[in-house]
């Protein structure tokens, strides 16, 4: 009910939301996952916008360290004077306030500033796909005027390598202790590093580990040749290695703005956010046509009598599925 009142014209919502309001933001987002067409309506109507801010990934595997790496971030960016949104992909994420008190103390540092604004996405199980809505965020994110987008998700599944081609720079970060199964670490996630990043380096193996990935390398075709990944480490706990890894982030940067990569990345991008939210809409009208009820059973009976072929019936539900309002 009080969320009822907060509903403005899509015109006004916009503004709203380049201006950085943060509770039409917040309110936008969520109308989003749920696939709301007025959401879409703000859309429309910010993307032009968007375009401004440079988008970090952060993944790896769970535990890590990513959120208190990007903790560390945060702080680096802030003393520069450049604003950060952050979109945690992860249900489990310290940012949602599930996590462990330690985690939660660090980030109250930013709890009252308004130069860094946290979304949390657990979006898994609902409409549409996760790539596709996560896009959106980092949208609407950007259209807020944040300097920089940073995007932290769990290394597993195609899902998260996908949200990983949302980034101009993809951070992968990594744990000693992995010995010889370095070699079984997500081939895709290899792929898709712009850099390493070894945290826990308070750990033992980190040297291990360091030279299982410079070695893992050097095996492995250049996705660039003209770029090769550093390799870094760091105690995020600590600080230890985060204006190094600053140095790298703005290298990387430079090269992409340099070689041309920045555009071509964000291409990419674009392709991947228009047929994410193709796809997703498909996925909906689907869904409500499937709860329509009754046309499905007597269309099944058909079918399995032999009076129609499934094939034909395919073609006429796209059909028919495309051509609705
Ligand atoms: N020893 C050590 N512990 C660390 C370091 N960095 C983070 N940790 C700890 O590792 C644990 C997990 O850290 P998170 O930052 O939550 O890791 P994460 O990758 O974001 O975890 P998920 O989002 O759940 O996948 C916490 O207890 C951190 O305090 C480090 O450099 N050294
Ligand atoms: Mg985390």
Do not use: C
């Amino acid at each position: 009910m009080a969320r009822r009142a907060l509903r403005y014209e899509p015109d006004e919502w916009a503004d709203r939301v380049r201006n950085g309001g943060v509770r039409a933001a917040a309110r936008l987002m969520r109308m989003l996952d749920d696939h709301d067409p007025l959401a879409f309506e703000v859309m429309k109507r910010v993307y032009r916008s968007t375009g401004r801010a440079r988008v970090l990934g952060v993944t790896g595997n769970p535990g890590a360290g990513k959120s208190t790496l990007v903790t560390r971030l945060i702080g680096q960016f802030r003393q520069a004077r450049e604003t950060v949104g952050i979109v945690a992909v992860d249900p489990s994420s310290p940012y949602s306030g599930g996590a462990i008190l330690g985690d939660r103390i660090r980030m109250q540092q930013f709890a009252t500033d308004p130069g860094v604004f946290i979304r949390s996405q657990a979006t898994r199980g609902k409409l549409g796909g996760l790539a596709s809505s996560t896009n959106d965020v980092v949208n609407v994110l950007d259209a807020m005027g944040y300097d920089v987008v940073i995007v932290e998700t769990v290394g597993v599944g195609q899902d998260e390598i996908d949200i990983m081609k949302l980034a101009d720079t993809v951070l992968v970060v990594m744990v000693p202790g992995y010995g010889d199964d370095i070699q079984t670490i997500k081939a895709g996630l290899l792929e898709i590093a712009d850099l390493f990043v070894v945290n826990k380096a308070d750990r033992h193996g980190i040297d291990t580990t360091l030279r299982d990935l410079r070695q893992l390398q050097t095996l492995r075709e250049a996705h660039d040749e003209r770029w090769t990944p550093p390799i870094l480490k760091t105690v995020a706990v600590r600080g230890d290695g985060i204006p190094e890894l600053m140095q790298s982030l703005q290298r990387h940067r430079d090269f992409l703005v340099e070689s041309g990569e920045h555009d071509r990345r964000r291409q990419r991008r674009a392709v991947l956010g228009l047929v994410e939210l193709l796809s997703d809409r498909i996925k909906v009208r689907l869904e409500q046509w499937l709860s329509k009820g009754g046309q499905l059973e007597a269309l099944g009976a058909a079918i399995a009598g032999r009076e129609r072929d499934p094939y034909s019936e395919t073609e006429a539900i796209l059909g028919s599925l495309l051509r609705e309002p």
